[in-house]
T-cell receptor, first 113, second 117 residues
Framework: AQKITQTQPGMFVQEKEAVTLDCTYDTSDPSYGLFWYKQPSSGEMIFLIYQGSYDQQNATEGRYSLNFQKARKSANLVISASQLGDSAMYFC??????????FGAGTTVTVRA | GAGVSQSPSNKVTEKGKDVELRCDPISGHTALYWYRQRLGQGLEFLIYFQGNSAPDKSGLPSDRFSAERTGESVSTLTIQRTQQEDSAVYLC???????????????FGNGTRLTVT
């Protein structure tokens, strides 16, 4: 079974600054994928970024980057140059051999002008 | 193209009644998932369908919950004898069957908000 831990229930960040959202995971699967999703107040789930367990490079997608430290079992999301539209709930998720995508409890990000 | 479609978007029902929630996945997506999200919480896995394989029902919370899927298309989630603790947003998601199953992101619908009074 997989377990995803997001220890920051809420964070405030100033517009144009960077913010790091923590995610640690626990799995016994040798191969797995790590995902981050954004959920605005509208409720939709928006896929942001993916990191494979065997990927050598940290994933990047525009202003999103994933700080993957396999030995520490962490997959932190970095949002650079925060915008007001980044205010949302962010979920870390993992998929292993059982194909289920298991989610963490989420972190609420509020961007201040 | 069209995304994952769920209906109804909102459903209010009385305790003890049965409800049926519908999900239309993205065309060509072989994998379909149902999740439950209680207010302010994370997503709780319910059930997973992959093609014609037997579904993974390990997340269904009780025998009041069941789900079906016709081939690789529409799925329905049925909750019998609804209870107040069933109140939540029910999210459906689909993904394609890539060579590497791990990197296929799930595409979510907008959910059905179920309120049991």
């Amino acid at each position: 079974a997989q377990k995803i831990t997001q220890t920051q229930p809420g964070m405030f960040v100033q517009e144009k600054e960077a913010v790091t959202l923590d995610c640690t995971y626990d799995t016994s699967d040798p191969s797995y994928g790590l995902f981050w999703y954004k959920q605005p107040s509208s409720g939709e789930m928006i896929f942001l970024i993916y990191q494979g367990s065997y990927d050598q490079q940290n994933a990047t997608e525009g202003r999103y980057s994933l700080n993957f430290q396999k030995a520490r079992k962490s997959a932190n999301l970095v949002i650079s140059a925060s915008q007001l539209g980044d205010s949302a709930m962010y979920f870390c998720a993992m998929r292993g051999y059982d194909y289920k995508l298991s989610f963490g409890a989420g972190t609420t990000v509020t961007v201040r002008a | 193209g069209a995304g994952v479609s769920q209906s109804p978007s909102n459903k209010v029902t009385e305790k003890g009644k049965d409800v049926e929630l519908r999900c239309d996945p993205i065309s060509g997506h072989t994998a379909l998932y149902w999740y439950r999200q209680r207010l302010g919480q994370g997503l709780e896995f319910l059930i997973y369908f992959q093609g014609n394989s037997a579904p993974d029902k390990s997340g269904l919370p009780s025998d009041r919950f069941s789900a079906e899927r016709t081939g690789e298309s529409v799925s329905t989630l049925t909750i019998q004898r609804t209870q107040q603790e069933d109140s939540a947003v029910y999210l459906c998601a689909s993904s394609s069957r890539a060579l590497d199953i791990y990197n296929s992101p799930l595409h979510f619908g907008n959910g059905t908000r179920l309120t049991v009074t």
